[in-house]
């Protein structure tokens, strides 16, 4: 019944410019695999694959504008897409939360304070010679950080994550529109995991396809503010009594 929809929604989330991807566990047949998740603000697509390697957004985003920009978590499967790429500052400041130390919850309230800047930075309208010259600003704080001296092992390792992500933490003042958290993907998988806590997985590889596929439908429709039985399925059995 959902017929080619579940391809239309691939093609928009590579055409968008501006995407979200996240993963979670899966069992298939009783085997550990992965459900993959890649959205827009106005589409969700789930695919549930038996890998966590890059081949899977690879394959996914091929054909994706260069300019677009991607907004993960620190997961190393998202480096070397030829997309531009937005790391997670929620995944970061959590990290730097954690510490005990005076030293780390010093370094956890400066980028606190760091990433309040950059949020206001980007819900500002967007002008390309101003945003560059912030991101080349916020780029001197980010090397600051990342040379700075630590003693407390707590403070320094959120200092490897921040000299991991680099400028991937402020890649969003370029891009009109983007966001500095991947919270949108966080909330848009939620859906599969708690289905994936009711069912405990599939129990067969085309099961697995057939809930990615209906669950990517289901969930772009209400991302579009769509009601499924006025938007799609009253037209289908329409056209069945006809």
Same mark, same amino acid.
């Given at each position: 019944?959902?017929?080619?929809?579940?391809?239309?929604?691939?093609?928009?989330?590579?055409?968008?410019?501006?995407?979200?991807?996240?993963?979670?566990?899966?069992?298939?047949?009783?085997?550990?695999?992965?459900?993959?998740?890649?959205?827009?603000?106005?589409?969700?697509?789930?695919?549930?694959?038996?890998?966590?390697?890059?081949?899977?957004?690879?394959?996914?985003?091929?054909?994706?504008?260069?300019?677009?920009?991607?907004?993960?978590? #620190?997961?190393?499967?998202?480096? %070397?897409?030829?997309?531009? /790429? $937005?790391?997670?500052?929620?995944?970061? +400041? &959590?990290?730097?939360?954690?510490?005990?130390?005076?030293?780390?919850?010093?370094?956890?309230?400066?980028?606190?304070?760091?990433?309040?800047?950059?949020?206001?930075?980007?819900?500002?309208?967007?002008?390309?010679?101003?945003?560059?010259?912030?991101?080349?600003?916020?780029?001197?704080?980010?090397?600051?950080?990342?040379?700075?001296?630590?003693?407390?092992?707590?403070?320094?390792?959120?200092?490897?994550?921040?000299?991991?992500?680099?400028?991937?933490?402020?890649?969003?003042?370029?891009? #009109?529109?983007?966001?500095?958290? %991947?919270?949108?993907?966080? /909330? $848009?998988?939620?859906?599969?995991?708690? +289905? &994936?806590?009711?069912?405990?997985?599939?129990?067969?590889?085309?099961?697995?396809?057939?809930?990615?596929?209906?669950?990517?439908?289901?969930?772009?429709?209400?991302?579009?503010?769509?009601?499924?039985?006025?938007?799609?399925?009253?037209?289908?059995?329409?056209?069945?009594?006809?």
């Amino acid at each position: 019944y959902f017929g080619t929809r579940y391809e239309a929604i691939i093609k928009e989330i590579r055409s968008t410019p501006r995407k979200h991807a996240d993963e979670t566990s899966w069992r298939i047949k009783g085997e550990n695999g992965w459900a993959w998740l890649f959205a827009t603000e106005k589409a969700a697509l789930y695919t549930i694959e038996e890998t966590r390697g890059k081949g899977v957004p690879e394959r996914i985003l091929n054909g994706s504008p260069p300019e677009s920009i991607l907004t993960v978590d #620190d997961y190393g499967a998202y480096k %070397n897409l030829g997309l531009k /790429r $937005q790391s997670c500052w929620a995944h970061l +400041l &959590r990290v730097a939360r954690e510490g005990e130390s005076a030293e780390a919850c010093d370094l956890h309230q400066r980028l606190t304070a760091l990433f309040k800047e950059l949020s206001a930075i980007v819900t500002t309208p967007f002008a390309r010679p101003e945003r560059q010259r912030l991101h080349a600003a916020h780029a001197e704080k980010i090397q600051a950080l990342m040379n700075e001296m630590f003693i407390e092992r707590d403070a320094q390792k959120v200092q490897i994550r921040i000299r991991n992500q680099g400028n991937h933490l402020i890649e969003a003042l370029l891009h #009109d529109g983007a966001h500095l958290t %991947n919270n949108h993907a966080e /909330r $848009q998988i939620r859906p599969l995991a708690v +289905l &994936r806590k009711i069912t405990g997985g599939s129990r067969s590889r085309k099961g697995a396809e057939t809930t990615a596929r209906n669950m990517s439908i289901l969930q772009t429709l209400k991302l579009e503010g769509n009601n499924l039985v006025e938007h799609f399925l009253k037209e289908k059995l329409l056209s069945l009594m006809i």
